[in-house]
């Protein structure tokens, strides 16, 4: 049920964090797996069963290059992000729709081009708990709208392409330790902060989103679209 053998997976934001291990996770599930990125020299590391594409997502020739060079598309993970200025009245407008056209606009127009490769599978979009409540001051306008928005994406892509057998559901990661959040929890005040609003008092580890990645992209979630899957230590439900 959870076997991804003979599936075809395409991960964006791969070369680091949470893409570079959801690529990791998918392979090991037995799934071909193209992993895209702008840093080749990181794809390079990823290991066996990982084919590294050279792919800006915010380019749409080569948005194109990588659905062509996967053929085929099983599993779909919008991982690459961009989180933009934290500060609305410094982000200018231009600015802010670089941002969405990062975090918004390419999954999009990657989740059309599977829909167009084949028959069913499922796309992941890989949103945050701040694309459903605030969390100022950390975030930001652009980053908060882009996440809330691929949300709604998700929503209204599931409605329309259910009948197609394509599975389209968000995964929503709370405060993970990652390259983008070091920061955040090497200062003891603010990873202070972290615990405390997390129930389960603690900042996530990357394998801790292991389970719910396989999850939605195997036939274990077969009966599951349109969602929201949130993995937070139960930051949001305080």
Same mark, same amino acid.
């Given at each position: 049920?959870?076997?991804?053998?003979?599936?075809? *997976?395409?991960?964006? &934001?791969?070369? !680091?964090?949470?893409?570079?291990?959801? #690529? @990791?996770?998918? /392979? $090991?599930?037995?799934?071909?797996?193209?992993?895209?990125?702008?840093?080749?020299?990181?794809?390079?590391?990823?290991?066996?069963?990982?084919?590294?594409?050279?792919?800006?997502?915010?380019?749409?020739?080569?948005?194109?290059?990588?659905?062509?060079?996967?053929?085929?598309?099983?599993?779909?993970?919008?991982?690459?992000?961009?989180?933009?200025?934290?500060?609305?009245?410094?982000?200018?407008?231009?600015?802010?729709?670089?941002?969405?056209?990062?975090?918004?606009?390419?999954?999009?127009?990657?989740?059309?081009?599977?829909?167009?490769?084949?028959?069913?599978?499922?796309?992941?979009?890989? *949103?945050?708990?701040? &694309?459903?409540? !605030?969390?100022?001051?950390?975030?930001? #306008? @652009?980053?908060? /709208? $882009?996440?809330?928005?691929?949300?709604?994406?998700?929503?209204?892509?599931?409605?329309?392409?259910?009948?197609?057998?394509?599975?389209?559901?968000?995964?929503?990661?709370?405060?993970?330790?990652?390259?983008?959040?070091?920061?955040?929890?090497?200062?003891?005040?603010?990873?202070?902060?972290?615990?405390?609003?997390?129930?389960?008092?603690?900042?996530?580890?990357?394998?801790?989103?292991?389970?719910?990645?396989?999850?939605?992209?195997?036939?274990?979630?077969?009966?599951?679209?349109?969602?929201?899957?949130?993995?937070?230590?139960?930051?949001?439900?305080?």
């Amino acid at each position: 049920m959870f076997s991804l053998a003979g599936k075809t *997976a395409v991960v964006t &934001g791969a070369s !680091s964090g949470l893409g570079a291990r959801f #690529a @990791s996770v998918l /392979a $090991s599930a037995g799934a071909t797996v193209y992993a895209a990125a702008r840093r080749a020299d990181r794809l390079a590391a990823l290991g066996p069963g990982i084919h590294p594409v050279t792919c800006d997502v915010s380019v749409a020739a080569d948005r194109e290059r990588l659905a062509g060079t996967a053929g085929r598309i099983d599993v779909l993970v919008n991982n690459a992000g961009v989180p933009g200025e934290q500060r609305a009245e410094k982000e200018s407008a231009a600015d802010f729709a670089d941002v969405l056209a990062v975090n918004l606009v390419a999954p999009f127009h990657l989740s059309q081009l599977m829909a167009e490769s084949g028959d069913g599978g499922s796309i992941v979009n890989v *949103a945050s708990i701040l &694309g459903l409540v !605030s969390a100022a001051p950390l975030g930001g #306008a @652009s980053y908060a /709208a $882009s996440k809330a928005g691929l949300i709604g994406l998700t929503r209204e892509l599931a409605g329309q392409w259910g009948g197609a057998g394509i599975r389209v559901n968000a995964l929503a990661p709370g405060w993970f330790r990652t390259e983008m959040t070091e920061d955040l929890f090497a200062g003891e005040r603010s990873r202070r902060w972290v615990e405390r609003n997390t129930m389960l008092n603690r900042g996530g580890d990357p394998e801790e989103l292991d389970g719910a990645l396989i999850f939605l992209a195997s036939d274990a979630s077969s009966y599951y679209t349109g969602q929201v899957m949130v993995v937070d230590g139960g930051w949001t439900a305080r």
